[in-house]
């Protein structure tokens, strides 16, 4: 009866998926331009709880939400243990066994007087009470062994448990959105019969049970299908039982699963410590902008430093982080969870400061919301390169090369976009510069758009040693000589040399580091700069370059053939900063924004209407640098900053919003239309130079 149930459910959830053309978007829906920043409070009910809720009722949520000034909630249903916090009457349930007051019903209640919808926490994928009462729902690895707690996404868990207590959460107690939890980035390949013979079916052969294998990808391609084909049942499910009831499932569609968002979910949605630890709000915010779907980014509001007990962070450090998402028109949902108490209390200064983060962020909702970039850098983050990667699962990927060459970028004051291949290749001519960070695996289309881009005058950087292979010596311009994986190289700018390996150190005392291997290349038709020594002095020069460059058609690439992006993710130093400073600035391309700043300011290009958008974020932070501290706290002040753009006429106003400042700006007529220079004395935490021109 089961098999042939699980054979009914397979069947169900291939088909929901094949209902979908995935090379096309499916409608988002969110709540409205009104609904922009949300408070999310888990708990993740665990067997040890004894006074789960006790302490809420309507009325004290109330007032504290009013506290809080949001617009949207999100509670606790189940967390990772697997235990529901309230009765559900699903045959497959685990209720934890401490219910004193079931928090969704309150919390419902209380968004129902304050008119705001309250959206549902549910673990997903990673339900530890559902693996032990029906072991056979757990994905099986290679050795044939049950992985405890991640379920088989082809299991009976969506038709048996997800999905009916989805229904329940909407019908008995009124939630706006089931938001997913525990997904994407715990889903494991599962080597379990009906996934080994779904296999079978797609690919012809038996899944690999080791990296090496050839078919490792493939592998991990089918797991990530067999994933998203698994949230589109049941956001189906959902869905046809309310239509506008909302699924989001935690990190799809996001930075770490590039390529087309095809999955009919209602927005996307991924939450972030963003501390030292996962600072990448950069990345991920810039990916998010570009899917075509609404979104949001669930800020921590909690951190901790090495050593010590997590706190609520200071406003300040979640003002510069939100500044961050916002800039590119992504919604807030802060996370906040008090400390021990499982009572459900809510700490009245806590939510005091998220109100005032609130106020902050609602302030800009105008400047921010329904915004477009402004086409300036862009690094390619192409799907085919990073799925590539011989990753363990469809979420632990390397991105150091990513936010190495972002940070690159942004550091030197050059607003920089990230897209996949879906987003970019249709316009990538729009982009004055291109960087393409050791994407050596990109796909045939790619190689072609980027050569045709190049020839029809666009910039490109390209780094990394196998990208010779990939884009060919006749097209860079060079002739490969050796790859070296043992060198002593020292790359010159800014009139010093920084050394990419510790050799010359003096033995076991000084840090050992890797080295990144380069590809040494003499120039064909390219022109070499930027001589490499084996040593800190000139003298001790090789017949290679740090970086050559070559005219192909009316545009120029330059290539860097060593991952220095990474190396600048491992150590930002300055000299390897101003090195790519010269490479962006030898190659001259046609940029309409020329900023400069402190390398703590990172600027953001947007435009809405007539307006233009400058935003700039001061992600400087007030301590002493010291290896445990892991964010910021009393940020002092950043500046100048200076702004000049080209228009093609003079600006009907010029201002400087959200922060005063003595901000002076002139327009200079030149050629056809005139430079707008602005001079911004100092940034705080988000400030943003607006320029209207009238249409
Ligand atoms: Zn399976």
Known sequence: MIRLFMSIFLLSAMAAAQNYDKTKVPQGNWYGDDTYFGYEYDMHANANDKDFGSAISVEYLVELFKMAGCDLLQTDTKGHEGLVSWYSKTPAASIAPGISKEMVDVWV????????????????????????????????????????????????YADQLLIPQAKELISRYGVSAIWVDGEIWAVVPCYCDKCSSEYKKRYDSAPPRAKEDESWADW????????????????????????????????????????????????????NLGTLSHPNNACH?????????????????????????????????????????????????????????????????????????????KARKDVCQHTQTIPNAVILHSEYDFYSQKSNNIWEYKTQHLEGALAAMIDNSIPTDIMDEWALIDRIGEFPLVIAPSQEN?????????????????????????????????????????LNNAHSYHIPAGGERLPLSSHGHQGGAWTEVEIFPWRE???????????????????????????????????????????????????????????????VAKLDPDFSYEIQAPAAVETVLRRKGDARYVHMLNRASGMPVFENIMGSQQPPASGPVSIKIKLDKRPESVKLLFESGNMQWKYTPEGEGGILSALIPSVHIHSVLEIKQGI
């Open 521 to 583: 290349v003499k120039p064909t038709t390219a022109k070499g700069f930027a001589p490499l020594t084996t040593t800190l002095f000139d003298e001790d020069k090789t017949d290679y370059f740090a970086a050559t460059i070559n005219r192909v058609g009316k545009g120029a690439v330059a290539y860097i053939p060593c991952d220095v992006m990474t190396y600048y993710y491992n150590c930002r130093y300055s000299t390897l900063r101003s090195f790519a400073a010269e490479v």
């Open 220 to 271: 991990i391609e089918f797991t990530r299908d067999s994933f998203q084909e698994y949230v589109t049942h049941y956001a189906d499910e959902i869905h046809s039982f309310s239509p506008d009831t909302r699924v989001c499932s935690n990190w799809l569609h996001s930075f770490r699963n590039p390529g087309c968002p095809w999955v009919p979910t209602d927005y996307i949605s991924g939450d």
């Open 442 to 482: 990109v796909s045939e289309r790619a190689v072609e758009a980027l050569k045709k881009y190049v020839s029809n005058g666009g910039r490109l950087i390209v780094t990394g040693p196998e990208m010779y292979d990939t884009l060919g010596g006749e097209f860079l311009g060079v002739e490969s000589v050796a």
């Open 285 to 361: 915010a810039r990916f998010m902008s570009t899917r075509q779907r609404p979104w949001e980014i669930v800020l921590w509001g909690f951190y901790y430093n090495k050593n010590a007990p997590w706190i609520m962070k200071p406003l300040e450090m979640m003002q510069q982080q939100a500044s961050q998402i916002i800039a590119f028109g992504g919604n807030i949902n802060i996370y906040n969870q008090p400390k021990g108490h499982r009572d459900g209390r809510l700490v009245d200064w806590h939510m005091k400061r998220i109100g005032e983060l609130g106020r902050f962020i």
């Open 109 to 156: 209640k209380a968004g129902n007087e304050l008119g705001i919808p309250c959206q549902a926490h549910y673990s997903g994928i990673f339900d530890m009470a559902a693996g032990e009462k029906f072991p056979d729902w757990n994905a099986v690895n290679a050795d044939g062994e049950p992985v405890n707690g991640k379920m088989c996404p082809i299991s009976p």
